[in-house]
């Protein structure tokens, strides 16, 4: 089944204590990307990637790495994660590395941050 | 702001009503699309409707896009209480983004 997968589901954690969410896909889409969600301001971009090796910054990429060393995997990094940083999170790919065409989404990270 | 503006922010209707969203947005775009989320989940790619396109139907969905008003609406007919969920309308301004609304919340009433 072609999906977006992301872990874990929820997540919480203290300020400062370093974390991994991962997503992969399995559609060999060239596009990859990270959104956070809260309430109210819709979906903000935080990083996003066209290819292997290739990743930009979003409009909110404060607080957060990314990687694309493999085409399928994308991990969202918070290397020293702060309160402010309590959000719902997605990872979603696209098969077009411009990002002409739709994008999947993966479940949703809810990652809480004490 | 670059991204669409969804009007209205909720919405609640009779189960068998049409429900119309709307998305108006300020830049040019390549091509704009609707997402639907079910309370916290991820989100589901309704239709994509590109920029020389007016009209696209995708089973009881309906979307118009009138570019020189910078503006799109989904029409969902005959609306059941499944259908309950937010909408959201997302922008591709030909760049590596695509820029999300705030979102239309839905509610059908059975």
């Known amino acids: 089944e072609a999906q977006v997968t992301q872990n874990p589901r929820y997540l919480i954690t203290v300020t400062g204590k370093k974390l991994t969410v991962t997503c992969s896909q399995n559609?060999?889409?060239?596009?990859m990307s990270w959104y956070r969600q809260d309430p109210g301001l819709g979906l903000r971009q935080i990083y996003y990637?066209?290819?292997?090796?290739?990743?930009d910054k979003g409009d909110v990429p404060e607080g957060y790495k990314v990687s694309r060393k493999e085409k399928r995997n994308f991990p969202l990094i918070l290397e020293s994660p702060s309160p402010n940083q309590t959000s719902l999170y997605f990872c979603?790919?696209?098969?077009?590395?411009?990002?002409?065409?739709?994008?999947?989404f993966g479940s949703g990270t809810q990652l809480s941050v004490l | 702001s670059q991204q669409g503006e969804e009007d209205p922010q909720a919405l609640s209707i009779q189960e068998g009503e049409n429900a119309t969203m709307n998305c108006s947005y300020k830049?040019?775009?390549?091509?704009l699309q609707w997402y639907r989320q079910n309370s916290g989940r991820g989100l589901v790619h309704l239709i994509l409707?590109?920029?020389?396109?007016r009209e696209k139907h995708s089973g009881r969905l309906r979307v118009t896009l009138d570019t020189s008003k910078k503006s799109s609406s989904l029409l969902i007919t005959a609306s059941r209480a499944a259908d309950t969920a937010s909408y959201f309308c997302?922008?591709?301004?030909?760049?590596?983004?695509?820029?999300f609304g705030a979102g239309t919340r839905l509610f059908v009433k059975a």
């Open positions: 979603a790919s696209s098969s077009d590395g411009t990002v002409k065409e739709k994008l999947f």
């Open positions: 559609m060999n889409h060239e596009y």
């Open positions: 990637s066209m290819n292997v090796e290739v990743t």
């Open positions: 830049t040019s775009i390549n091509n």
């Open positions: 409707i590109r920029s020389n396109e």
């Open positions: 997302a922008l591709n301004t030909g760049g590596f983004k695509t820029i």
